[in-house]
């Protein structure tokens, strides 16, 4: 069923044919999106059995990375099966190339001999899409932005199977996607684990709380109930995660957040993720939480708001927090700060929080 020799992969690109020896994958004439994903074929099809990829930076410092292409294989096919995707199917490539999401859709078209229509990575990646697919790979928001314009929510409930990785699907969203007719997955994985290797079913009878792990992963706790991936086709070695999950006896598992996203104040924990789950129904406007260092509390708990109504969310708060989870400063920022694949961004949400909170410091003692 699945192709594993690189030399007779085949992957349809916007209706054109590219095999390992089409002339000059990087001609003249494609649009941008076209030469980024010709750029990575060009890498796959030469003699180096690996490729290097970015993390996506989105809890500390973007690196690079060296994998084998027999792994990103492996990963593709798990997928291409649990799905039933089989040859000649559409897959609609709307993520980054340079990153691990779109990477891996690419590698799925050419294990499986899909048919690949291309589109700019975008907030409306069904902006101009006229009729359904069989296959496609989105982040949260794109699916937010998509489900808000009728026309493409219809194209986007049409699509056979839809995988939503990158970012945390809001209880907002989830709700949004409950009655679709589509199968609807969430992933669970990362750069080092070659994209997901785990699913959960987001809608329809099959719904569940509970991630399922391909048959090939094996998964266990940490003395910290931190969880730890032993996925030989895919990793050399077990991963140890950042993740704090819920671990049932058949491998399925639930994410309650972070380990680096636990904040500490005033010797009091909580979770950065389930903090931002609590407040999603009461906020009308694109939020985020981080913290910045406080003498007093260790930590004080920050709410990045793209909205200047502060004293109005302020009061939401009081009255939906223990008082010790109430943000101790509201900060309004033009745009939350994302990584380059979507991903919010931690690391540069502490530092805008910081200078945001110094420099309304500065203009108080100023007064």
Request: glycine share 8%; with cysteine.
């Amino acid at each position: 069923m699945f192709q594993t020799d690189i030399s007779k992969q085949r992957v349809w690109i916007n209706g054109v044919l590219y095999e390992s020896h089409s002339p000059a994958l990087l001609e003249e004439g494609r649009t941008c999106i076209e030469q980024r994903v010709l750029s990575f074929l060009e890498r796959w099809f030469s003699d180096d059995p690996c490729i290097q990829i970015h993390t996506s930076g989105s809890t500390g410092t973007p690196k690079l990375i060296t994998v084998k292409k027999e792994q990103m294989m492996q990963s593709a096919m798990a997928t291409c099966s649990f799905l039933q995707l089989k040859a000649g199917d559409e897959a609609l490539m709307v993520l980054p190339p340079e990153y691990i999401g779109g990477m891996m859709m690419i590698v799925r078209s050419l294990v499986a001999s899909l048919k690949m229509t291309l589109r700019e990575p975008s907030g409306h990646p069904f902006a101009d899409v006229t009729r359904p697919v069989d296959f496609v790979a989105l982040t949260p928001m794109q699916v937010y932005d998509t489900l808000q314009v009728p026309g493409e929510k219809s194209v986007l409930e049409q699509t056979r199977h839809i995988i939503i990785g990158g970012g945390a699907i809001s209880g907002e969203l989830a709700g949004l996607l409950k009655s679709l007719p589509s199968y609807i997955w969430s992933t669970y994985g990362m750069t080092e684990t070659l994209s997901h290797i785990a699913l959960r079913r987001l809608n329809g009878s099959q719904a569940f709380p509970y991630y399922s792990p391909f048959s090939h992963v094996r998964l266990s706790l940490s003395p910290e109930e931190i969880l730890q991936i032993d996925a030989p086709l895919i990793c050399d070695t077990v991963l140890t995660t950042n993740d704090r999950v819920e671990l049932l006896p058949d491998g399925r598992f639930r994410v309650l957040g972070r380990l680096d996203n636990v904040i500490n104040t005033g010797g009091l924990k909580v979770g950065v993720e389930e903090l931002e789950d609590q407040l999603t129904p009461y906020l009308s406007s694109p939020f985020m939480i981080t913290t910045v260092p406080d003498a007093r509390l260790g930590e004080a708990i920050v709410l990045l708001l793209s909205s200047p109504e502060k004293v109005v969310e302020r009061r939401k708060l009081k009255k939906i927090l223990p008082a010790w989870q109430v943000p101790r400063y509201i900060l309004s920022v033009s745009a939350l700060p994302l990584t380059g694949n979507g991903k919010p961004d931690r690391v540069a949400a502490k530092k805008i929080a910081l200078e945001g909170i110094e420099k309304e410091r500065s203009r108080i003692s100023g007064e």
